[in-house]
């Protein structure tokens, strides 16, 4: 079979699949790539969840996520050290922990055995989050941060790479084919919402675009995930919006669960909290068993 | 628990439920809809499956895919006989089959079991429609022709709404009140994509927006259906679509089958054939099957 | 110059032109229609200004506003009778005048000799509209009514078509395809805003869509004007839009004048002032002198 | 006046004017920042013009460039030298000059005493730019790098800040923020075009807002001018745009000319040529000697 001819009328052409992005092209229908970290499989047969605080707050937090995540046979464990903010200003309860947070953060992976997952905001802190972290993830606003992009990828630890938030899948691609340049083929995507003229709440701005993800299976044999949290910004849709990633094909999710959502340092609307994570990780294993086994 | 207090940040206020679709509005979290079109129920424990042709092409295709449809379990038939064009000039091998097309819907629905739904276009063709169809579509293009929604309502006829491409929530339910004013509580909303900055692919313009689904959950009583051919226009991606749209919680999902998708007399990439239809049937079992236990 | 062979990466294809919307099409560079309303020219060399009343509340109102347009040399009088509504509910002081509303607006625009616009909502309206005004109005929620397109077509008066707030450029000439094939040929196009992800007022929705102006003229011969009013929601922005509207080249603007802003009985924040809109006037005089020559 | 009381309804809340951006917040109806630029100005009584190529190809092309524009009487010269990509693999054509396009652009600005505005991509090249540039552009995709925001900031040397093509005027003064905390005022905003459901052309994703313009000047002291080169992505359409953009308000426009556009080492459909470039220069001194006058 032919890729190349396969995409009549697609945003994305087979030139640019020969051209623009040849390493992140898949090359032939069965191509797909597997991404281990840390013992967690991206890729395969079995989706990956990534669950944790949108901010690691103080060191209790992030281990009684850890013990729970452990408990529930969470893939790997998610938090923010280092932040980009839409502002310079923080609000009253807002505090980045940087890196003592990212030792936190390390730590409780370390003695649950869970993989950790954290971002890196600038060139000068890839180094810092490489060490401490399992996989370096790219935000939404730098997805076109070329030199941070390449500076991450030759860390060689696993990449993240979420969606600018205006980008279209071509953009995405471009920024893939950046990391993959530099050697580093440990590389995940994640679609966490795009910029839409409805998204049904007044506080939010973001649409779970998830045609992407049967879009980004014909043209990529990278693995593709959502975060379900941040495109929706309200934690009564994060279910929802969560199994429907897994039935159109996503290789996992990436969720926020708090352990007090209310008193969140940060988007207080937005996380799970311990019992409807428990709750949701139960329905993501039976949803998944099935799309298994009908696609 | 009173409903109205809990919309901080929505699109749609509390104030909106009192006043402007009082009728649409949830009153209490159970308060659920079911809609029943000749057996079939919408709004259930059981999904809802309504498959069939854009344009009832002839009499021959349309008993093949009722004969496929009774045989799969197929809840409902559905197929177009009059059909808005974007433009006055049809292509080659286009012709509307309009009231003979209708006829032939209709007997292929008796003959099989199966309640039959089709698009009413103008305010004329409404008692012609509910004479011969057991359920009246309201098309995108008309989802705020008011005369048409309440001339339709008032045939108490059922009726299934699709969202206009361009509509909020909140729109939507204006449309709803409108056909709920005239007395007719049977009515379904349909989610059919919506314009949008990316859609994947050159030649479409839609992206099936999924956060309507718990966001309609939580603000009406009626039942909600997806239709992923129409959103995604492009046959490969509608399983992929179809499945997350059930594990979303919509009450089922409208899909286009046709007997030979290459040579069909309009939008040929958009329809599944027989073969695809099974499958997609089938793999909509199992998933609802498990939805059903976890939500 | 053949225009056929101009449009490489257009949404339009030459093939659309030929095939889909001939009527609408340019047929040479030069190709312009211009459309006489009871003397008001659109498509020629001077803008056109149309002003007047969201809603003709009464027969003062319009008068007066009448009486000021005359005064200011504006173009035409609008005013709305018969409106569509998003929900079918009525506000406190909303009361939709109708037949007699139009009559107030048809002696106010024989008074002062201004030829008046209003919308046909239904097609049983259209006869009543034709009667008394000088030119029908197609709503944007209408733009793919295709039997209201020709039902107020074949009454042979000119139409004011406003673009479906999510339609595309090609959507909008299918529209108007309608109702050129009907004969009739006094056909103005009126860009209003289109759904967008940021439009800067939390209350509004809509973005006016600029770039469809040279777009337009690229393509077709039809005049085509914008409304500043509905685009913005927000009358504090009118002034800035309409003028940019006039630079962008458009034939015109319609824009929203009430005697009383605050106490309107539709969207009280969107209507200038008698003293804004003669501002207003003034200053789109201005400009156009300016444009003419240099465009 | 109390600023604070009049947003309602607006994205932008009284309470982010106060906590949010402070600094970039209006303080006053005739509160604007005029950034003086190498002797141009920008947010006063003039508009400012600020051409050249994408990219700076060769020594001899800008200074064509700079001659004719200092004939011209444009304000300032642009050129890339260092460029984002969206793909990290060059075209046939294209090569970035780096340091010695940077040389180029200004050893001509210096030869023809206009001041020169170039992109910085990371932070390592922002003394670099710095030294040579008499203003420092931040590209789209960097709207939200605020490591680079903050370093470009501390040179205190004028900053021109693109708006990220999907952000909200929200997100845009939160950059903007971020620059003005460093002490640096001199700072300058560009709309560039945002995603959007249409934009009239297959090969283009971009649609100039210009309903920012009002907006922004409504809530901050910044000058804003816009870019329509890259909105439209369409030489034939640059007029017009530009045009609109000084008649809604903008304090400016930076626009692409090239000495051959054809010919171009990237995107040749977007560059206007010298003849085009003059006409549009003159128009826009008509334009903005009346809109001064009207406003």
């Known amino acids: 079979m032919k890729i190349e001819n396969s995409f009549p009328g697609k945003d994305v052409s087979a030139e640019d699949l020969r051209s623009k992005f040849p390493l992140a092209a898949k090359q032939h229908p069965t191509h797909q790539t597997i991404v281990n970290v840390g013992g967690a499989e991206i890729g395969g047969r079995e989706i990956v969840t990534m669950m944790g605080p949108n ?14 995540a452990k408990e529930n046979k969470v893939s790997m464990l998610r938090g923010g050290c280092f932040k980009p903010l839409t502002f310079p200003y923080r609000g009253e309860k807002y505090f980045e922990t940087g890196l003592e947070g990212l030792k936190w953060l390390s730590r409780a992976g370390s003695e649950y055995g869970l993989p950790v997952v954290t971002e890196a905001v600038s060139e000068s802190q890839v180094e810092l989050v490489a060490e401490h972290a399992d ?3 790219i935000g939404t606003r ?4 070329f030199p941070l992009l390449s500076t991450a990828a030759r860390t060689m630890k696993p990449i993240l790479l979420k969606r600018g938030f205006g980008a279209s899948l071509r953009d995405f691609m471009g920024a893939a084919e950046y990391i993959l340049l530099e ?8 679609e966490r919402g795009v910029v839409a003229p409805h998204t049904h709440r007044a506080t939010s701005r973001f649409l779970l675009d998830l045609q ?5 299976k014909e043209i990529t044999h990278l693995p593709i995930i959502t975060d379900p949290s941040h495109a929706t910004f309200w934690a009564p849709w994060v279910k929802a ?3 429907a990633s897994i039935a159109a ?7 926020e669960t708090h352990i007090d ?10 996380p799970l909290n311990l019992e409807q994570s428990t709750d949701l990780v139960g329905a993501l294993k039976s949803l998944a068993d099935v799309v298994r086994g009908i696609n």
Not at 142 to 145: K, L, R, V
Not at 212 to 216: C, E, G, L, Q, T
């Open 55 to 68: 901010l690691v707050e103080n060191s209790d937090m992030i281990f009684t996520i850890a013990k729970w």
């Open 135 to 137: 996989m370096i993830q």
């Open 142 to 145: 730098n997805m076109q941060n």
């Open 183 to 190: 050697g580093n083929s440990s590389l995940v995507l994640c």
């Open 212 to 216: 992407i993800i049967p879009a980004a």
């Open 241 to 243: 919006l969560a199994l």
């Open 249 to 255: 094909g996503a290789d996992g999710v990436m969720i």
């Open 261 to 270: 959502p209310e008193n969140a340092a940060v988007d207080p609307l937005q």
